[in-house]
């Protein structure tokens, strides 16, 4: 491919298959954009799905209009910012907090789960303050990155990955048939019914909204949309098909009457991201919560890392790169919590498109980055998403979630289905899991025992981390997955 480039018309044209260098800007800018426009959507769902978040005994949302707008406006800033530091890190002695790699950072869905459910507890303000120290685990795996990683084999990776599929699934068909706040309504709606009591007009209106003909008809003709284009387009149709989809999803709901465009001509034209506009408030057994997931969110980047590097420079990433690119991970999530917005993690589908272009040029990938810090400073792009029907973005992302599962799946299977791995799979599930996921057994156990259990997913990367320490595996087992890892490796490199 390189080859190729080099009897280009475009001067210096083979520079974008080169980690260095400044390739023209009519070449590089095509090739930046094509990343932003593959990650934007999954950019801005996790906002989004945490912006339709009721609370369970009031049906009302627990982040206002407005706030929704200024976090999908200080997400798309912060993830531009984060890559940049990827791309070009910043030096702190022998450290350093990036990789110097060409890798797209966007907003985490590993998060979400976790998000969900302390934000519908305790508002978006412990959120972010959990966030904001949470991230400080993250930035300590960074500096021991070598010793720690012997501790997250993919048998550990994936049962978390499982869980948190399993937590999101639910919330995709929820988005789907309308939202959060329409099925607390109906639920509130049909137990005042229950009791032979009236109920309120604002309740009866939001109720009616779950699983409408309307938000149906949205949801499938995404979801078809999606479908379609992943079956039978290629190029960057195909890759841009869930931006596609969505659009179309829009334009649907804009012809039923389903989109209210006032708080998109209310916005500004140009607005400077604010830090701490949104507060953030701070409780222990949140921020333990969330430091739990920073684990998982490095365990990705390390993942979306060795990709890249695989694929592009036919060898697995440094230990410094590696450092560098938890560090910026968790620096860049820490960050976006202070500009009023959700973690950062490196985007898998970016880590894909440089697989399959092999465009490894730094300069490339930040005039994309740029895209997404001036994007940042319009109000009225953040407004047009932030007025988004809910169908539409569930439409999208109920195929988005059931993925996250199955690359669990997938990593459970390279680590292989022997006796030893079972059992730990059994218990971390029957258990854990299992526990978890009951939230009137968690309140009868001891106040240390429930900080774990409240959440399920902190659950299982507790437990499966714990046993498989307890129960470690075979020589042979270690060699059959390190073969397995080698071959899938060289799979990736031929893809």
Sequence with gaps: MADKAKGSTFKGAELVYQLEGKPPLRVAFPLGLQHVLSMFIGNLAPVLVLAGIANAST????????????????????????????????????????AGLPIVMGTAFAFVPTLRTLGAE??????????????????????????????FPPLVIGAVLMTIGMHLLP?????FAGGAAAEANAGIAANLIAQGKEVPAGVAALAAQFASWQNLVIGFSVFIVILLLQRLAT???????????????????????????????????????????????????????????FVVSGLETMGNINGITVAAFDREATTKEMSGAVMA??????????????????????????????????????????????????????????????????????????????????????????????????????VAYAIGDNKLLIDHLPVGLQYIFKDSIVAVCVFSITLNLIFPPSEEEKARLKKAQEEAALEDLQG
């Design 59 to 98: 049906g009302q949302l627990i982040i206002t209009p407005e706030q929704r707008m200024l976090m999908v406006q200080c997400c798309m800033f912060a993830s531009g910012m984060t890559t940049f530091v990827q791309l070009y890190p910043l030096k702190i002695g022998a450290y350093q907090i990036g």
């Design 329 to 430: 991970d968790a620096a860049g999530s820490m960050f976006a919590a202070l500009f009023n917005t959700l973690p950062n993690t490196a985007f898998g589908q970016n880590a894909g498109i440089v697989a399959m272009t092999k465009v490894v040029n730094k300069f490339c990938i930040a005039t994309g980055a740029t895209v997404l810090v001036l994007a940042g400073f319009v109000p009225k792009i953040g407004a047009v998403f932030a007025a988004m029907p809910y169908s539409v973005l569930g439409g999208a992302v109920v195929t988005v979630f059931a993925m996250i599962m199955l690359n669990g799946i997938k990593l459970i299977a390279k680590a292989g289905f022997t006796d030893r791995n079972l059992l730990i799979l059994a218990i971390t599930f029957g």
């Design 122 to 151: 305790f508002g978006v303000n412990v959120v972010l303050g959990s966030v904001i120290v949470g991230g400080v685990v993250e930035i300590l795996m960074g500096f021991f990155i070598k010793p720690l990683k012997k501790f």
């Design 171 to 175: 919330v995709g068909v929820q988005y």
């Design 235 to 293: 190029g960057m149709l195909k890759i841009s098909a869930i931006l596609i989809g969505i659009a179309v999803g829009y334009v649907v709901a804009i012809i039923l009457g389903q989109v209210n465009f006032q708080q998109v001509a209310d916005a500004g034209i140009i607005a400077v991201p604010i830090p701490l506009s949104i507060r953030p408030e701070f409780r222990l057994d949140a921020i333990l919560a969330v430091a739990a997931i």
